[in-house]
């Protein structure tokens, strides 16, 4: 069963005057519970596609159907509220608002999903915490955590809505080898109790754990097969 559909999406920007495609004409489809990665060069399109499939921007041209609806038909509040409720993003780098405890982060979604939590999600909040192996950094500022403890809070805050997908820009870029390796099994953890997982990522390892995966390169997306995982990487 279909999760989430995209057809011909286009974005075009407009630099000094001139035309330019970071998005051409990409067709792509996820099944409930599916893991897809996205491998390319920077500049490839990889961030701007992601950006239009989690809500973030909007297509110049075609459509994103998530879970039966036309997010980018909706209005802006109902459309929020469908992203809070269905998608799970972690931004590439640094995420965490500075002034908010670790806790306070991991809770931020859940107090922009219009009363659809009867509580203030502490009890939930602690044990993702605690899954993501960081719940004695409950009240700690992420000024004083490491990359690596930052990415597992940030982790922790795109599931606290039990959302279907977990979309990922680069969460092992700028992590040391041992960090960045719990962070690909805190992720393989979140994928195999059910959550769909889609990854951009310049680590072939990471793109590995995915049932799929795609490469992206001047704005388009092709398959690749498991074998040509560099070369697709650095083609």
Same mark, same amino acid.
Do not use: C, W
């Given at each position: ?25 990409? &067709? ?8 897809? %990665? ?21 297509? %110049? ?33 640094? %995420? ?43 009240? =700690?500022?992420? &000024? ?45 953890? =979140? ?19 995915? &049932?799929? =995966? ?7 997306? &092709? ?6 995982? =560099? ?5």
């Amino acid at each position: 069963m279909t999760l989430l559909s995209a057809a011909k999406l286009r974005r075009e920007y407009i630099r000094g005057g001139k035309s330019f495609v970071a998005v051409d004409n990409v &067709s792509f489809a996820m099944e409930y519970g599916e893991s897809v %990665s996205i491998i390319g060069r920077s500049g490839s399109g990889k961030t701007t596609f992601i950006s239009m499939l989690a809500g973030l921007i909007a297509p %110049s041209d075609g459509e994103i159907v998530f879970d039966g609806q036309n997010i980018f038909a909706l209005d802006d509040a109902t459309a929020s509220r469908l992203r809070n409720e269905i998608i799970g993003y972690i931004p590439q780098g640094a %995420s965490l608002l500075p002034a908010l405890t670790a806790l306070d982060n991991v809770r931020l979604p859940l107090y922009l999903a219009d009363g659809k939590y009867p509580d203030d999600g502490e009890a939930r909040a602690l044990e993702l915490l605690g899954l993501m192996g960081v719940a004695h950094l409950r009240d =700690v500022y992420s &000024s004083d955590m490491s990359g690596g403890e930052m990415r597992r809070v940030a982790i922790a805050r795109a599931l606290i809505a039990a959302p279907k997908i977990l979309i990922a820009d680069e969460p092992t870029s700028d992590l040391d080898e041992e960090s960045a390796a719990g962070v690909m099994r805190l992720l393989t953890t =979140v994928h195999r109790q059910g959550t769909a997982l889609l990854l951009v990522t310049h680590d072939v390892e990471l793109a590995a754990i995915a &049932s799929r =995966v795609f490469t992206m390169a001047s704005g388009r997306l &092709s398959p690749t097969l498991r074998e040509n995982l =560099v070369t697709g990487l650095h083609s």
